[in-house]
Nanobody, 125 residues
Framework: LSAAAASGGGLVQPGGSLRLSCAAS????????MSWFRQTPGKEREFVSG????????DYAGSVKGRYIISRDTAKNAVYLQMNSLKPEDTAVYYC??????????????????WGKGTLVTVSS
């Protein structure tokens, strides 16, 4: 059921930056809200950020506000996550997903139609 694949993860030192990319396939992202989630072993998938098809005001989890920036490029059918000032607690597998849910439901993984293959981000000294 995966319709996208995340890429751009890797090993970075605390305070560093990475940019994740998600190229969608089988759907046009202009019809969906696109979001980023992350997951660590033993924990549930956690909402990170979401942006509507219109490219309007995005939502961010409190833990990443001011450090992460989500964006989308309709022409390239892709969504991005610029990650700055990375912390060890940001270490996780990051996933992109597509939903048609209302804004208040963006953080609910059950509202997502598609999930991409995740990419591992490791923040360590």
């Amino acid at each position: 059921l995966s319709a996208a694949a995340a890429s751009g993860g890797g090993l970075v030192q605390p305070g560093g930056s990475l940019r994740l990319s998600c190229a969608a396939s089988g759907l046009t992202i202009r019809s969906y809200t696109m979001s980023w989630f992350r997951q660590t072993p033993g924990k549930e998938r956690e909402f990170v950020s979401g942006i509507a098809w219109s490219g309007g005001t995005p939502d961010y989890a409190g833990s990443v506000k001011g450090r992460y920036i989500i964006s989308r490029d309709t022409a390239k059918n892709a969504v991005y996550l610029q990650m700055n000032s990375l912390k060890p607690e940001d270490t996780a597998v990051y996933y992109c997903g597509a939903t048609k849910g209302v804004r208040s439901s963006w953080s609910d993984p059950q509202m997502y139609y598609y999930w991409g293959k995740g990419t591992l981000v490791t923040v360590s000294s």
